[in-house]
């Protein structure tokens, strides 16, 4: 008598490259042509007789869990889907593997795949080239799987489900509990876990043809397969555009998720032959960042030509939309030119005379994210109290300078440098507000410059037009230690949100203690005196 088969679908992923889809639903339930993915993909499996299926979640997991109500599925839960590959998703649900199928929850099959099955293990694969990292199967002559590899020759590629049969379920779920001690583990895949144990089980090759399945890794490919799809997704992102642009939905086009940017999610989109980006609020940012003061600062940047890609924000939910420009080179802070040019620019917008009813304290907005840490129980190093008081010292020593609060953009410094040629164009005015001038120039240096404290100096002298005098030289390294220090704590905080940011946290890290040596000597000094 036949055991009875189960499913896992893996349905943890984010899908970054399904922006703007991703931004708003996970992939699984997305609707092509009239039906949801996931539910589309349960009702095959109950036509082939598989009752027991078990979804693992995690992006946006809560949206899935009236499958359990209304499919009767089994919830599984990766609560690390944002650092792990889909091994570690299947590894949740290992005790689920005997006689079981194993789906992608994003894939669209024409026909059930899981019809007319034998009692052996099978995975299912396609003759066409691999794209780059895809696995490359090669077949015995029996039609068994004997090699797979991202590097290897072979003609097929794995796309479709896998079924584990009773033994093999069992003997999978021993190799992924012993791989998940190895290092590297957590980022795989979990066919590249297959890859690796090839000759452990033995799996009969079922051969799919390119128009059995469809598997949508961007925007671009699912509108393409369901024309309609544009027309009738419940996608807030595309009302968005079509309000503020005057356009229809079918006017957009080769969309494109943009990879730079540590706090928000961004896509760039054609509509009417021009090119725009849209900037979604990342998780976690609206404790942090004011966006009516954003906005109030982007039409001030529009108005003093610093930023004429800006089309519009709304103040309460904090999506914005900009033109693209194309053909951008990185700013290049060895290049004198740029760098006076960039200075200029900041110079211009501080001794504009516009105002912002809102201000920006880099020694406040650092306590309030260190109390937001604190808040959550996070763990915070060793060291994070005894520069915590330092930066409090150096701070009440950049108040005693004096001087009135000017606008700022303070997010000043490279990647926000848009130059085409001789134009240069400054973005991304999330932290603009009213607030102490040198702080633009503690951005432009603590963020990326790697400009040691003596190639400072001479930097800023571009920015006064003449040589700095002492005090405002120390002003200005103080400043590069304070805007250090604040941008530590927060790439600590989105650390902590699920958001690591890098090998930024350590640059801010450098600034802060660096610049910090530097400046509070030079204020030391003077009160000996």
Same mark, same amino acid.
């Given at each position: 008598m036949t055991a009875q088969r189960r499913a896992i679908i893996l349905a943890a992923g984010v899908g970054k490259r399904m922006a703007p889809l991703s931004y708003e639903l996970p992939k699984a339930l997305l609707s092509v042509r009239g039906e949801v993915l996931i539910e589309r993909l349960i009702s095959q499996l109950?036509?082939?007789?598989?009752?027991?299926?078990?979804? %693992?979640?995690?992006?946006? !997991?809560?949206s899935l869990f009236y499958l359990?109500?209304?499919?009767?599925?089994?919830?599984?839960?990766?609560?690390?889907?944002?650092? #792990?590959?889909?091994?570690?998703?299947?590894?949740?649900?290992?005790? =689920? *593997?005997?006689?079981?199928? %194993?789906?992608?929850?994003?894939?669209?099959?024409?026909?059930?795949?899981?019809?007319? *099955?034998?009692?052996?293990?099978?995975?299912?694969? =396609?003759?066409?080239?691999?794209? !780059?990292?895809?696995?490359?199967?090669?077949?015995?002559?029996?039609?068994? %799987?004997?090699?797979?590899?991202?590097?290897?020759?072979?003609?097929?590629?794995?796309?479709?489900?896998?079924f584990f049969c009773e033994a093999d379920g069992i003997r999978f779920a021993s190799i992924l509990e012993e791989d998940s001690q190895k290092p590297g583990f957590s980022s795989l895949l979990w066919d590249q876990v297959f890859a690796q144990h090839v000759g452990d089980i033995r799996f009969r090759a079922r051969k799919l043809a390119p128009q059995d399945v469809h598997e949508f890794k961007s925007f671009n490919d699912l509108v393409a397969f369901d024309r309609d799809f544009v027309e009738n997704v419940d996608l807030t992102i595309l009302d968005n555009i079509c309000a503020t642009l005057g356009c229809e939905r079918r006017d957009i086009s080769e969309v494109i998720p943009i990879k730079q940017g540590l706090t928000n999610l961004s896509f760039r989109f054609d509509c009417k032959?021009? #090119?725009?980006?849209?900037?979604?609020?990342?998780?976690? #940012?609206?404790?942090?960042?004011?966006?009516?003061?954003?906005?109030?600062?982007?039409?001030?940047?529009?108005e003093l030509g610093l930023d004429e890609t800006f089309v519009y924000e709304d103040p309460e939910e904090?999506? !914005?939309?900009?033109?693209?420009i194309e053909g951008c080179e990185p700013f290049d802070y060895e290049n004198l030119d740029q760098v006076r040019q960039a200075l200029g620019m900041a110079k211009r917008l501080h001794e504009s005379g516009k105002t912002s009813p809102w201000s920006f304290d880099y020694r406040l907005e650092a306590?309030?994210?260190?109390?937001?840490?604190?808040? =959550?129980?996070?763990?915070?190093?060793?060291?994070?109290?005894e520069l915590a008081q330092r930066m409090g010292r150096l701070a009440d020593h950049l108040a005693s300078d004096g001087g009135a609060p000017v606008l700022c953009h303070n997010d000043f410094y490279g990647p926000n440098l848009l130059v085409r040629g001789d134009e240069m164009q400054l973005i991304d005015w999330e932290y603009s507000a009213m607030g102490d001038y040198a702080c633009d120039l503690g951005n432009f240096v603590a963020q990326g410059s790697n400009y040691p404290p003596e190639k400072t100096l001479e930097v800023i002298d571009l920015y006064y037009g003449r040589p700095a #005098?002492?005090?405002?030289?120390?002003?200005?390294?103080?400043?590069?230690?304070? %805007?250090?220090?604040?941008?530590?704590?927060?790439?600590?905080?989105?650390?902590?949100?699920?958001?690591?940011?890098?090998?930024w946290l350590y640059i801010w890290y450098r600034a802060a203690r660096t610049y910090c040596d530097a400046a509070m000597p030079l204020y030391e000094e003077e009160a000996h005196e």
């Open positions: 109950r036509e082939s007789g598989v009752d027991d299926v078990t979804v %693992v979640t995690g992006y946006m !997991k809560e359990e109500d209304e499919f009767g599925a089994k919830i599984r839960v990766n609560a690390d889907y944002a650092d #792990t590959g889909s091994a570690s998703s299947l590894l949740i649900a290992r005790d =689920m *593997l005997a006689n079981a199928w %194993v789906c992608s929850s994003d894939q669209y099959f024409e026909q059930n795949p899981f019809l007319g *099955l034998g009692e052996e293990s099978a995975c299912s694969v =396609m003759e066409r080239p691999a794209a !780059k990292g895809e696995l490359r199967i090669k077949l015995d002559e029996e039609g068994f %799987v004997c090699a797979a590899s991202a590097q290897g020759s072979g003609r097929y590629v794995l796309e479709g489900p896998a032959g021009e #090119t725009y980006v849209y900037r979604h609020p990342g998780a976690g #940012t609206d404790e942090i960042i004011n966006r009516a003061a954003e906005t109030h600062a982007l039409n001030i940047a529009r904090g999506w !914005k939309l900009s033109r693209f306590e309030k994210i260190a109390d937001i840490l604190r808040a =959550m129980h996070y763990p915070l190093p060793r060291d994070f109290s #005098t002492p005090a405002e030289q120390r002003h200005c390294l103080a400043a590069v230690a304070l %805007v250090g220090w604040y941008w530590y704590v927060w790439a600590i905080y989105k650390g902590a949100k699920g958001s690591p940011v890098g090998e």
